[in-house]
């Protein structure tokens, strides 16, 4: 319950005056700043003028509720009442004689604000104003200070209206000061902004830039595999004819050295189809041919095309039987290319031991396709540098087998092709497993093509 400090009768226009200066004088006695001084006066100035105006008079009852640090400032009269009370506080009211004005205005002035009106039985507004927090026996002394409020002789209007200049003239000073300080800020934040187009400005040239070396660079390495196509396999022929002896017998040492050339021509002949396939994929020019086959017709061409690198018994290579999978409807040619060089390395890194290759259906509808070894594994940092661009690990086998690097980057891009994924687990001394993990469907083919096309098979 509020603590009532004195109260003011609306008989007459200097009452108005009265309301006010008392509002001003208790909310400084109670430790409210200036600004939040000339917020309350004018509050209940403008509520006072409304009793009077509309109503005839009324009172203005000052009270504290000394638990809530709250001071409550009550303007009642016993006019008509307030008509359309939810238009005029919603600020849609529009009177001829501005009623609702002083409503709207005097809320935003305080924190806490209630209207009771009834037509025919007048109006009762209570205002609210958050006070500092008060220490304990404050409540006496306030009590104290009404007794001596209520003895004061108020000012006269004219020294109420050289107060209401002054509180005017310091809110259009604090107002210049704001206007100047965001004038500043504006300023500071036209200069960033300056600063921020500059900088993408520069990103966007880096950005082409980089995107025209990039282009240049899959321009070179197309033009440089076609050039260096030809004369390669002219010389892997030119080789096998000499191996196969049509134009006479060789030496046992010219054969070998034959043999070398051969070899060394066919790695590199590897070598520029990589870069070329790398150049393609980087260019966005990779074209994928779909057709329908199955996975054991695939694993049947590999098994022949390994056999000649598994003759001897410290390494097997192992197709396991798979279970029912579905048909598949991908590029073929790139789905082998992709095992191929998993095989390849998997025989290559395995000095004893076996590599198996296995392959089961997933619950999504993909396949999962592994190539397993019990070769010398990969160390967990460099399980993903592998899959950069002629990373070559350092390890005794790697220096006697030939090889770019480039075979599992480009595998692992074909795969993304694919609309699959290409990951590794492995164990150091004990081997390792890539994953191939594909749909059978190639993204973006109607599943009716793959339907059609196996009706046709």
Known sequence: MALPLLSVE?????????????????????????????????????????AWQYAGGGRVEYGLHGHDSLLTVTVSDRGPGIPHLGLVLDGRYDSPTGMGVGIVGSRRLVDQFEVDTEPGRGTRIVMGKRLPRLESGAV????????????????????ELREQNRELLNTLSALQARQLEIERLNGELAETNRGVLALYGELDEKAA?????????SQFLSDMSHELRTPLHSIINL??????????????EQQRQVALIRQSATGLSQLVNDLLDLARIEAGKTTLRASVFELAEVCATLRGVFRPLVAGDAVSLVFAEPPRLPVFHTDEGRLSQILRNLISNALKFTAAGEVVV?????????????VRDTGIGIAAGDQERIFEPYVQLDNPLQRNATGTGLGLPLSRR??????????????????SCFTLTIPPLLPGLPASDARLELEHA
């Open 414 to 431: 074909l795969a993304t092709l694919l609309g699959g994924t290409l990951t590794v687990t492995s164990t150091p001394g004990e081997g």
């Open 10 to 50: 609306l008989r007459g226009e200097q009452d108005i005056v009265l309301a006010r200066q008392r509002a001003r004088q208790i909310a400084a006695h109670l430790g409210l700043d200036s600004q939040d001084q000339t917020r309350l006066a004018t509050a209940v100035s403008e509520l006072a003028r409304n």
């Open 358 to 370: 296995s392959a089961a259906p997933e619950r999504d509808g993909t396949v999962r396709i592994s």
């Open 239 to 252: 080789t096998r004819l000499l191996l196969e002896r049509l134009d006479g017998p060789l030496t046992p």
């Open 140 to 159: 006496p002394a306030i009590a104290e200070l009404a007794h001596a409020l209520a003895a004061t002789a108020p000012d006269g209007a004219s020294t």
């Open 209 to 217: 830039e980089l995107a025209r070396a990039s282009e240049l660079k």
